[in-house]
């Protein structure tokens, strides 16, 4: 069983994930998972927060000469930030507190969280709601990656649409070859001129003092047939994915392949007709199942497309009321990204490695790495037996 469990405030002394059920032998660096944290710091529109950060990776424990031990890893990600904040987050009882935060965003955890939690000030809520704490998610997520990498499988994402501005999908074939100029885009998009049209518009949403939401989608490609299972609620693929997926800060909506335009269409335009050749294998007509049916996978490259809501925290104040008098003020504005759904690509990248990892895990086990890959390779010679071709999971 994978355990994943993250800790750390956004200005506190760090960020930490520990990650328990990693198979033993799997080759991991410091660097294998700090390409993927300066990716989540990159894109169009962030905030002067990143400019002070630089996220790398501790490897404290269950790493050796680069690779896993059997016990737990635990990852920490420093926040260097913490030097200006240590009178307000230190542990220990302090003299200068700071001045409590009192006025709360429409839209962030911060009034219900103070409710929930009997607090006055709010920054006993925001610093664990921020999406800062997404770094450590990154961090182990990288680990999985890692994991899945050993078996073909291969998780890519790239932004779809920044406000109004919308771009074309990529095609799943291709994406490993694209990812490399997706990446280099500053708003992660694989269409460079829908690119430069989410540059305009998060620069005239910065200047109304405003913030953009917008989509992105993540896929997941050399997914075998059979992660997941149909026999539980929360043991269906698509259940756990969408599950992880809204986890991710503002994220409102997930769509599992033909999603929400597909409710709309009738179903002989929907479901992926079958077929069968002496190369492919079964395979189908095109992927409007998103490579999940059932809640388990199909061989078919998993594709899910998410939904973020603008940033909650606006230069251009909404109204609010404050928490200890009542009375009618504006929201509570420090700092603020304008827009962070390239970011946020990269964090549901992370989160779709830990579900896989989990998914494939259960399928195949295996306490060292090598034992991982010869049951995968076993049930992938098996499944090649019953018409599931090797061609397409390591072509891809
Ligand atoms: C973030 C750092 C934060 C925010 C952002 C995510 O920095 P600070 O609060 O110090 O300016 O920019 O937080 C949020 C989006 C949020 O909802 O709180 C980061 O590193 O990702």
Request: charged share 20%; aromatic share 4%.
């Amino acid at each position: 069983m994978l355990r994943i469990l993250t800790s750390g405030e956004s200005h506190g002394p760090a960020l930490t994930a520990v990650i328990e059920g990693i198979p033993a032998g799997l080759g991991i660096t410091a660097d294998s998972i700090n390409r993927y944290l300066a990716l989540r710091q990159m894109g169009y529109g962030r905030g002067r927060r990143q400019a002070i950060e630089h996220d790398s990776v501790e490897i404290l424990s269950g790493v050796r000469h680069g690779r896993t031990l059997p016990g737990p890893i635990t990852l920490v990600v420093r926040n260097r930030d913490y030097q200006n904040w240590q009178a307000r987050m230190t542990a220990e009882p302090s003299d200068h507190p700071g001045a409590p935060i009192l006025c709360p965003r429409p839209g962030h955890a911060d009034l219900a969280g103070t409710l929930k939690y009997d607090l006055t000030d709010i920054r006993d809520v925001l610093e664990r709601s921020s999406a800062r704490t997404t770094a450590a998610l990154v961090a182990a997520g990288s680990v999985c990656r890692a994991l899945l990498g050993e078996i073909g499988i291969g998780v890519y994402g790239y932004v779809v649409a920044i406000g109004a501005v919308s771009s074309r999908a990529a095609d799943p074939e291709k994406l490993s070859l694209e990812q490399p100029a997706i990446d280099a885009s500053p708003v992660r998009c694989a269409d460079p001129e829908a690119g430069d049209r989410m540059v305009a518009a998060i620069d005239a949403a910065s200047q109304n003092g405003d913030t953009l939401g917008g989509a992105f989608e993540v896929v997941a490609v050399g997914c075998p047939p059979g992660l997941g299972a149909h026999t539980q609620w929360d043991r269906r693929l698509d259940a756990r994915l969408a599950c992880a997926m809204m986890s991710i800060q503002a994220v409102k909506a997930v769509e599992i392949g033909a999603g929400m335009p597909g409710a709309r269409m009738p179903g002989s335009e929907v479901h992926d007709e079958l077929l069968y050749d002496e190369n492919l294998g079964f395979h189908r007509s095109r992927n409007n199942a998103g490579g999940i049916e059932g809640g388990i996978s199909n061989g078919e490259p998993v594709v899910v497309r998410c939904g973020m809501k603008p940033l909650p925290t606006l230069k251009n104040r909404l109204r609010s009321v404050n928490v200890e008098t009542h009375e009618a003020v504006q929201a509570h504005f420090e700092r603020s990204d304008v827009c962070a759904v390239p970011a946020a690509s990269v964090i549901a990248e992370a989160m779709m490695c830990i579900i896989l990892a989990e998914a494939t895990l259960d399928r195949f086990g295996g306490d060292s790495i090598e034992a991982f890959r010869r049951n995968a390779a076993a049930t992938r010679a098996e499944l090649a037996k019953r018409g599931y071709s090797g061609v397409r999971w390591s072509s891809r």
